[in-house]
Nanobody, 126 residues
Framework: QVQLVESGGGLVQAGGSLRLSCANSGRTFSRYATAWFRQAPGEERKFVAAVSFSGARTLYADPVKGRFTISRDSAKNAVYLQMSRLKPEDTAVYYC???????????????????WGQGTQVTVSS
């Protein structure tokens, strides 16, 4: 059974940094496209960043470009989201998502992903 577990969320002041981790069990993470999404209170879940199965290609939502970095560590079977220069508008529950395939047509589309974690809360205070 495939399980994704996020960790690393918390409370941080604006301008600070956090690193989220997504641990995968049940299969080899590095064979599948993976992404991070987030959902702020009262809003729909939105795309944050995606990484290809090899880690060679990444995609970012405009609000986080230049501040967030997605990466994967095949040896640890994990995917990370390094978040820097955090802003209050980054406050949300962050979800890790993984596809059943190596390549997806639209990495920013929720429906491309088959497995989801339970989410981790990130709160940025002003």
């Amino acid at each position: 059974q495939v399980q994704l577990v996020e960790s690393g969320g918390g409370l941080v002041q604006a301008g600070g940094s956090l690193r989220l981790s997504c641990a995968n069990s049940g299969r080899t993470f590095s064979r599948y496209a993976t992404a991070w999404f987030r959902q702020a209170p009262g809003e729909e879940r939105k795309f944050v960043a995606a990484v290809s199965f090899s880690g060679a290609r990444t995609l970012y939502a405009d609000p986080v470009k230049g501040r967030f970095t997605i990466s994967r560590d095949s040896a640890k079977n994990a995917v990370y989201l390094q978040m820097s220069r955090l802003k209050p508008e980054d406050t949300a529950v962050y979800y890790c998502a993984s596809a059943e395939t190596q390549v997806v047509t639209d990495p920013a589309e929720e429906s491309e992903y088959d497995y989801w974690g339970q989410g981790t809360q990130v709160t940025v205070s002003s």
